[in-house]
């Protein structure tokens, strides 16, 4: 067929190039699918001569494609592992909501205590970019994602997808909340009337129910006592520290 092409393209002078799907034998007996463009080449009279024939070198990206492939394969069925049949049925666009237990999870509270002095000194904008922080630091500690905003407080949830028997999430949170820590430390100045900067708590255990809420603008809630709880452990905080428990 590629003849037949090249035949048509000498009766057809206007065409200027051809391909067409081959199907190569290589020297060490392999076959590979590869595409072939022909181009001709004309003579003075302007008319065609001969062709120059190109053939991609395939070989390769054949062997890259099927890692990627195998990759993929891989992916998919470990997404399919960690992931609740109802969640992944949601991505996939399969389900409008979903919901699910995680029996173990680390949760940490960040408050802000002087939240309301800094909104009457600098503006709400000052607590904003503080806010802004403390969450550009939880994406640097996967998986912790931010669950609950109130006024002065942030709190994150890390290991909703962990499979049973991996605690990582808990020595996570606490590299999480020391890095907010530090962070927060250099942020916020201390001030003369001995209220304290701020207040971490890290808290392990569970159950926390997660589901999707919402019919237009869906968001992803936790429910449980642990969130409850940590609230309360970080209120029992030292000043400008991380209080820790299970």
Same mark, same amino acid.
């Given at each position: 067929r590629m003849y037949e092409k090249m035949n048509m393209m000498i009766e057809q002078e206007d065409t200027l190039k051809c391909n067409y799907p081959v199907l190569?034998?290589?020297?060490?007996e392999e076959e590979v699918n590869t595409i072939v463009d022909v181009y001709p080449v004309y003579d003075?009279? @302007?008319r065609i001569s001969n062709f120059i024939i190109f053939i991609e070198d395939r070989k390769k990206t054949g062997k890259i494609r099927e890692r990627l492939e195998e990759t993929k394969s891989e992916s998919t069925m470990l997404v399919k592992q960690l992931m609740p049949p109802g969640v992944?049925?949601?991505f996939a666009g399969k389900e409008d909501d979903f919901a699910f237990s995680a029996k173990n999870v680390t949760a /940490?509270? /960040?408050q802000i205590v002087q939240a309301i002095n800094l909104i009457s000194e600098e503006g709400s904008e000052k607590l904003s970019k503080?806010?802004? +922080?403390?969450?550009?630091?939880?994406k640097e500690h996967q998986p912790f994602i931010k669950v +609950? &905003?109130?006024?002065?407080?942030?709190?994150? /949830?890390? #290991?909703?997808?962990?499979?049973?028997? *991996? @605690?990582?999430?808990? $020595?996570?949170?606490? @590299?999480?909340?020391? *890095?907010?820590? @530090?962070?927060?430390?250099?942020?916020? $100045?201390v001030n003369n009337d001995g209220i304290p900067r701020f207040e971490i708590a890290v808290l392990t255990g569970g159950p926390l129910i997660c589901n999707v809420e919402g019919e237009k603008h869906k &968001?992803? +809630?936790?429910? #449980?006592?642990?969130? *409850? *709880? /940590?609230? $309360?452990?970080?209120?029992?905080?030292?000043?400008?520290s991380i209080i820790m428990a299970e």
């Open positions: 190569c034998a290589c020297g060490d003075k009279s @302007n992944s049925g949601f /940490v509270s /960040v503080i806010f802004a +922080q403390v969450e550009r630091i939880a +609950q &905003s109130i006024f002065d407080s942030l709190i994150f /949830v890390g #290991g909703i997808f962990a499979q049973e028997g *991996d @605690n990582s999430h808990a $020595q996570i949170g606490l @590299n999480f909340a020391k *890095d907010v820590k @530090n962070e927060l430390t250099s942020l916020l $100045q &968001s992803f +809630q936790v429910i #449980g006592k642990l969130i *409850d *709880d /940590v609230i $309360q452990l970080q209120a029992a905080a030292p000043p400008d």
